[in-house]
């Protein structure tokens, strides 16, 4: 039986060799960091929270309750920082942490009354950051790159 031959990317065929700036990870990575600057500013101005301290309080708000281990996993942070923020969150009142009755050893996070209240301010913030970032393009446009960024996320996480 043959060995199948792989499949040539007209993307990257067309432009080989792809120079740095032209890689989907180098540019993946400069929006992050220019859309983070602006996020940064946005967090601190409309909700006080530094920009860490919000994505884990919107990460808890969409995904609560969870655990330590699983805000990580879901706000692509390691372990320490998620744990850092939940203490930073749960200290301003706006995350309650409780033991978990599976786990003698796990935490259990949950937005608090006044978590929530930030939540919704935060998500709108959010929303209105995502509209700012994704304006340039057209509705259509914004809805093939949110297909296609599914797409990769599926075709590059592990099974």
């Known amino acids: 039986m043959a060995k199948p ?4 990317n ?3 065929a ?6 740095l700036d032209r890689t989907l990870t180098y540019r ?3 929006l992050h960091k220019l859309s983070d600057m602006g996020s940064q500013h946005a967090y601190l101005r409309e909700t006080g929270l530094s920009i860490s ?3 884990c309080l919107t ?4 995904f609560e309750p969870l655990s330590v281990k699983d805000l990580a996993r879901r706000a692509n942070l390691d372990k320490g920082q998620a744990s850092r ?8 009142g706006l995350v309650s942490k409780q033991h978990d009755s599976a786990d003698a050893r796990g935490v259990v996070l949950t937005l608090t009354e006044a978590g929530r209240a930030a939540f919704v301010c935060t998500m709108a913030m959010v929303n209105r950051r995502n509209q700012e970032i994704f304006g340039c393009l057209s509705a259509d446009e914004q809805h093939t790159l949110s297909a296609l960024f599914d797409r990769l996320i599926d075709h590059s996480s592990p099974t």
């Open 28 to 30: 993946l990575h400069k």
């Open 5 to 8: 031959q792989p499949t040539t």
């Open 59 to 62: 990460t808890i708000g969409t």
């Open 53 to 55: 301290d919000g994505r």
């Open 14 to 19: 067309a432009t080989q060799p792809l120079t």
């Open 10 to 12: 007209p993307i990257t």
């Open 85 to 92: 923020a939940a203490q930073a969150l749960v200290e301003q």
